[in-house]
T-cell receptor
Framework: TQLLEQSPQFLSIQEGENLTVYCNSS?????LQWYRQEPGEGPVLLVT?????EVKKMKRLTFLFGDARKDSSLHITAAQPGDTGLYLC????????????FGKGTLLTVNP | EAQVTQNPRYLITVTGKKLTVTCSQN?????MSWYRQDPGLGLRQIYY???????DKGDVPEGYKVSRKEKRNFPLILESPSPNQTSLYFC???????????FGSGTRLTVV
């Protein structure tokens, strides 16, 4: 059975601080996606990483896919209140099955 | 605008009264899926469909039915709703070969 853990579960920080959230699994994945979900809305795709060791940067967000393709991290620089939300990782096993299993997420609150 | 549309957005119903939550996407995506989201449990897949007339069970299919008669529509049917199906439901779609899901805005269902 695949174990998928996201940490921390909750994170409350002040505007301008940096933070890192983690996604760890016991399985190897072909790719991994990160989503952000705001209250009352559906998750929105932020990024897909597919290569072990891959680093993707999107403005203040940096995503890393571990070398062994079993873990990933999301680093936010100079967090803003607009970054508040639930951050979900979703590793994908690959093949023709597009099943995504989501982690329980990290609930981030950025206080002004 | 590319989107996944769910209806209704909110629904309160009584135990045993059949209901259907509709889901439609305008992106010609092959893959569609239903998730439920519950506090402490995260997003769990109910059913998914790889294409028209091709559906399969996800992780929590009991008490639900789906159909995929047309590519754009993927309704979720609760034949005899029970209070433990009170939840926030999301429909999502993806194209073959594309790693990203597009989610609907959700349906908050309460069964009393």
């Amino acid at each position: 059975t695949q174990l998928l853990e996201q940490s921390p579960q909750f994170l409350s920080i002040q505007e301008g601080e940096n933070l890192t959230v983690y996604c760890n699994s016991s399985s190897v994945f072909s790719s991994l996606q990160w989503y952000r979900q705001e209250p009352g809305e559906g998750p929105v795709l932020l990024v897909t990483v597919v290569t072990g060791g891959e680093v993707k940067k999107m403005k203040r967000l940096t995503f890393l896919f571990g070398d062994a393709r079993k873990d990933s991290s999301l680093h936010i620089t100079a967090a803003q209140p607009g970054d508040t939300g639930l951050y979900l990782c979703a590793p994908q096993g690959g093949g023709s099955n597009y099943k995504l299993t989501f982690g329980k997420g990290t609930l981030l609150t950025v206080n002004p | 605008e590319a989107q996944v549309t769910q209806n209704p957005r909110y629904l309160i119903t009584v135990t045993g009264k059949k209901l259907t939550v509709t889901c439609s996407q305008n992106m010609n995506h092959e893959y569609m899926s239903w998730y439920r989201q519950d506090p402490g449990l995260g997003l769990r897949q109910i059913y998914y469909s790889m294409n028209v007339e091709v559906t399969d069970k996800g992780d929590v299919p009991e008490g639900y039915k789906v159909s995929r008669k047309e590519k754009r529509n993927f309704p979720l049917i609760l034949e005899s709703p029970s209070p433990n199906q009170t939840s926030l439901y999301f429909c999502a779609s993806s194209s073959a070969g594309n790693y990203g899901y597009t989610f609907g805005s959700g349906t908050r269902l309460t069964v009393v």
